[in-house]
């Protein structure tokens, strides 16, 4: 009689071990999917910036920075921020994602929370000392965030970059 419950508890702790690893093993699938989702729109959210970068570029110079911060304000042709399909946004969020366009100098990497080297001349006038450079910037900081509800709570995931107007 003590063989066999003995037997029967060893038997119940691998087979509760081996659900436990199961269920462990779904959960990190499942946060696994969820990156790489994040991953993929953040990635097509950059590409989608340096092309329309280029296009702006090209049909109008002049005009490049300030086209290409209208385009992610407020009303613009893509928006501050864009949702990621399978994704759900954090509490107290609208979207899963949003573009930030650098156009202060006098940020530094602290406040921006990457190393990009800032503060930068980002309007080539050999100071970084303006606060808007929306009207004659010629290389702009560009952050693409992603910040989502997951099955392990709430999960961020973020981009910086550079473009270049010239």
Do not use: C
Not at 13 to 34: C, D, F, G, K, P
Not at 115 to 134: F, K, W, Y
């Amino acid at each position: 009689m003590m063989e066999l419950s003995l037997a029967v508890t060893v038997l119940m702790v691998a087979l509760l071990a081996m659900s436990a690893s199961t269920l462990h093993t779904h959960s990190l699938r499942r946060q696994n999917r969820e990156r790489a989702v994040a991953q993929n729109a953040v990635r097509l959210i950059s590409e989608e910036i340096q092309a329309f970068s280029a296009r702006t570029l090209t049909a109008n110079p002049g005009q490049w920075s300030v086209d290409l911060v209208a385009a992610f304000e407020p009303g613009g042709a893509f928006g501050p921020s864009f949702d990621v399909t399978g994704l759900g946004p954090a509490d107290g969020e609208t979207a899963v994602g949003s573009v930030i366009v650098v156009t202060d100098e006098q940020l530094t990497d602290a406040q921006l929370g990457f190393e990009l080297g800032m503060p930068r001349d980002l309007d080539g006038d050999g100071e970084a000392d303006n606060d808007d450079v929306t009207t004659g910037a010629r290389i702009l900081p560009v952050i693409v965030r992603t910040r989502w509800k997951g099955v392990s709570g709430e999960v961020r995931l973020a981009h910086p970059f550079f473009i270049i107007g010239y």
